[in-house]
């Protein structure tokens, strides 16, 4: 099998056996906690929503856990499993109690409106109502905000690297999942209800409103928004904008699979923020929450596990192999962390530096010991060479040098 192949390839097998042996062959790392995650958040969600029956909530659980089983179904659904846990989420806030939540924030939008843009734009927008507006701002508000996220993971599934489309829905979930937990925490009323109560108090007995959505089952005569939009599980969460933050998180992804279509991915985004203030459901302040929201979410996965999209590859099975993260964005975090091994490295080098002096010296003492240890095996040496005499010899010398001078004396004679 060649390298593209093993990759790209997707798994065929219903045998949940291969499953539970992956699960049991894994070796589980502090990264794995997002599935904990998961895990709490659905089944908080599951024991107090009150609108399903328990059978129904433990059939759920066993189908999903099936999916969740087969390796041919695992492979989609499992990254599915942060949308899910969103989803499962939203429709149960409407059975938190009362008395968990805190107060709603009805002032404090339109004070920020105020004070960072000068007037209220979202009811400067929904001033001017005609029928051509409303078709306009329904498109991507009623109908691409439903279906952007699905055809955003088909797209991205065929044209990015392996492993690209599974990341983008694990961050379009937990970016959803933050939002909620943030409206939850933070609770704010839109502008729909600034034009009907005004600024009175508001309080979780209050139902939701379709707002300029209404006129749009008027053109259509179909009840698609009044009675879903009324009965909301989480009316009060208008801050931050999770229309505009969904749409980031898709623009933000596809751009780097498709960068000449950029321009036309943020005319999309431009779109979706007018439409959301100009159908009086969001302030400008809370699509600037939601861009910020996305953005954060997906510099954490493109820094960390994104997988890098080669120019030269057209689908995913052209991929020979994966690069993971970019090195461009690492930010602050990578340069202090690049000053920090800086600082480490020069340490080593000084230490390196203090230690080649001392060894250094050691050799030269050690060179000094040698030399006199070797001029003084050289006098030794010397003195080894000298013959050896003895007393006997001496009287030898002795006598052979008297009988010479003998000799002379008798020649002379």
């Given at each position: 099998m060649s390298p593209?192949?093993?990759?790209?390839?997707?798994?065929?097998?219903?045998?949940?056996?291969?499953?539970?042996?992956?699960?049991?062959?894994?070796?589980?790392?502090?990264?794995?906690?997002?599935?904990?995650?998961?895990?709490?958040?659905?089944?908080f969600a599951l024991t107090i929503n009150i609108k399903f029956a328990l059978w129904m909530k433990l059939g759920f659980v066993v189908f999903y856990s099936t999916l969740l089983l087969m390796p041919v179904t695992s492979q989609f659904w499992l990254p599915f499993s942060p949308i899910l846990t969103w989803l499962v989420l939203f429709f149960s806030c409407g059975s938190i109690p009362s008395a968990w939540r805190p107060g709603i924030w009805v002032r404090l939008l339109p004070a920020l409106e105020n004070i960072f843009y000068g007037l209220n734009i979202s009811n400067m927008l929904s001033a001017h109502q005609?029928?051509?507006?409303?078709?306009?701002?329904?498109?991507?508000?009623?109908?691409?905000?439903?279906?952007?996220?699905?055809?955003?993971?088909?797209?991205l599934f065929?044209?990015?690297?392996?492993?690209?489309?599974?990341?983008?829905?694990?961050?379009?979930?937990?970016?959803?999942?933050?939002?909620?937990?943030?409206?939850?925490?933070?609770?704010?009323?839109?502008?729909?209800?600034?034009?009907?109560?005004?600024?009175?108090?508001?309080?979780?007995?209050?139902?939701?409103?379709?707002?300029g959505l209404a006129r749009v089952d008027l053109i259509t005569g179909l009840d698609m928004y009044t009675s879903s939009f009324t009965a909301s599980p989480l009316v009060f969460g208008a801050f931050p904008s999770l229309h505009a933050a969904s749409a980031t998180t898709e623009v933000l992804?596809?751009?780097?699979?498709?960068?000449?279509?950029?321009?036309?991915?943020?005319?999309?985004?431009?779109?979706?923020?007018?439409?959301?203030?100009?159908?009086?459901?969001?302030?400008?302040?809370?699509?600037?929450?939601?861009?910020?929201?996305?953005?954060?979410c997906f510099?954490?996965?493109?820094?960390?596990?994104?997988?890098?999209?080669?120019?030269?590859?057209?689908?995913?099975?052209?991929?020979?192999?994966?690069?993971?993260?970019?090195?461009?964005?690492?930010?602050?975090?990578?340069?202090?962390?690049?000053?920090?091994?800086?600082?480490?490295?020069?340490?080593?080098?000084?230490?390196?530096?203090?230690?080649?002096?001392?060894?250094?010296?050691?050799?030269?003492?050690?060179?000094?010991?040698?030399?006199?240890?070797?001029?003084?095996?050289?006098l030794d040496s010397q003195r080894s060479n000298r013959p050896l005499h003895s007393p006997v010899d001496d009287d030898d010398r002795k006598y052979s040098s008297d009988a010479d001078t003998l000799a002379g004396d008798d020649n002379r004679v």
């Open positions: 593209a192949s093993s990759i790209s390839k997707l798994d065929t097998s219903f045998d949940p056996r291969i499953t539970i042996r992956r699960l049991r062959d894994h070796r589980w790392q502090l990264r794995d906690a997002h599935w904990l995650i998961c895990l709490a958040v659905i089944t005609n029928v051509v507006f409303d078709i306009l701002a329904w498109i991507p508000y009623g109908l691409t905000h439903f279906a952007a996220p699905f055809v955003c993971t088909a797209l065929f044209f990015g690297p392996p492993g690209y489309a599974p990341l983008f829905a694990k961050t379009f979930g937990y970016m959803n999942i933050c939002g909620v937990c943030i409206q939850l925490v933070f609770p704010c009323s839109p502008p729909w209800y600034e034009n009907k109560y005004g600024l009175a108090p508001a309080d979780y007995s209050m139902e939701g409103s379709p707002a992804f596809m751009s780097l699979v498709f960068p000449k279509m950029a321009p036309v991915f943020g005319v999309y985004v431009g779109w979706m923020c007018w439409a959301t203030m100009y159908l009086s459901h969001h302030y400008a302040v809370d699509l600037v929450g939601g861009a910020l929201l996305a953005g954060t510099y954490v996965t493109r820094s960390h596990w994104l997988p890098r999209v080669q120019s030269a590859k057209f689908f995913r099975w052209d991929y020979e192999y994966i690069e993971r993260g970019d090195e461009d964005v690492e930010g602050p975090i990578k340069a202090a962390f690049e000053l920090l091994q800086q600082d480490e490295q020069e340490e080593v080098v000084d230490d390196d530096r203090e230690f080649g002096e001392q060894e250094k010296m050691l050799e030269m003492n050690e060179h000094k010991t040698w030399r006199s240890n070797g001029r003084s095996s050289s």
